[in-house]
T-cell receptor
Framework: AQSVTQLDSHVSVSEGTPVLLRCNYSSSYSPSLFWYVQHPNKGLQLLLKYTSAATLVKGINGFEAEFKKSETSFHLTKPSAHMSDAAEYFCVVTGGYGSSNTGKLIFGQGTTLQVKP | DGGITQSPKYLFRKEGQNVTLSCEQNLNHDAMYWYRQDPGQGLRLIYYSQIVNDFQKGDIAEGYSVSREKKESFPLTVTSAQKNPTAFYLC??????????????FGPGTRLTVL
């Protein structure tokens, strides 16, 4: 079965410092992985996705993530935080084809990023 | 502009009433989804539809119903049988059923409060 664990429910950084949001996954198939961002009372926006091409994936707004199969991780990073980055971030894995989760997205619990001036 | 619209943004209903949430997309996507989001939790799948006139239960379908009579529309009805309906509801769509290349696009959400 597929699952995803976001290791921190809340991360606080100062503006201009690096951001690291951690995500581990479990999948018996070759997974596709996504990071979405949600600002308060808004829908979700795709930041980036991994689909078995390059292991280092670049997304929008300066975010990137590295797929590490040996560590079953897909951590999200950004070199320098901006105030507008304050939001909820979700790590997502696709359900494996042929499983009961075929065609579904499996969401982590979310990480709230706080950016201090 | 292409995208997904949900209406209304905020909805208040009395306990015991059915209520229907609207979701429309002009992306020409085949697949559509409804999620529920509660504070501090990830998204939970209510129903999804792979194609017109077909839909499947998600993980928490009890107390909800859907229809998919048109490709661009996927309304969700929250019935009186749903024991705790107050939540933020998100609609999404994808080119085809979610998979390696089929990321989901989300609407702005509807916040339902049952009084």
């Amino acid at each position: 079965a597929q699952s995803v664990t976001q290791l921190d429910s809340h991360v606080s950084v100062s503006e201009g410092t690096p951001v690291l949001l951690r995500c581990n996954y479990s999948s018996s198939y070759s997974p596709s992985l996504f990071w979405y961002v949600q600002h308060p009372n808004k829908g979700l926006q795709l930041l980036l996705k991994y689909t078995s091409a390059a292991t280092l994936v670049k997304g929008i707004n300066g975010f990137e993530a590295e797929f590490k199969k040996s560590e079953t991780s897909f951590h999200l990073t950004k070199p320098s935080a901006h105030m507008s980055d304050a939001a909820e971030y979700f790590c997502v894995v696709t359900g494996g084809y042929g499983s009961s989760n075929t065609g579904k997205l499996i969401f982590g619990q979310g990480t709230t990023l706080q950016v201090k001036p | 502009d292409g995208g997904i619209t949900q209406s209304p943004k905020y909805l208040f209903r009395k306990e015991g009433q059915n209520v229907t949430l609207s979701c429309e997309q002009n992306l020409n996507h085949d697949a559509m989804y409804w999620y529920r989001q509660d504070p501090g939790q990830g998204l939970r799948l209510i129903y999804y539809s792979q194609i017109v006139n077909d839909f499947q239960k998600g993980d928490i379908a009890e107390g909800y119903s859907v229809s998919r009579e048109k490709k661009e529309s996927f309304p969700l009805t929250v019935t009186s049988a749903q024991k705790n309906p107050t939540a933020f509801y998100l609609c999404a769509s994808s080119i085809a059923l979610a998979g390696a290349y089929n990321e989901q696009f989300f609407g702005p959400g509807t916040r339902l409060t049952v009084l």
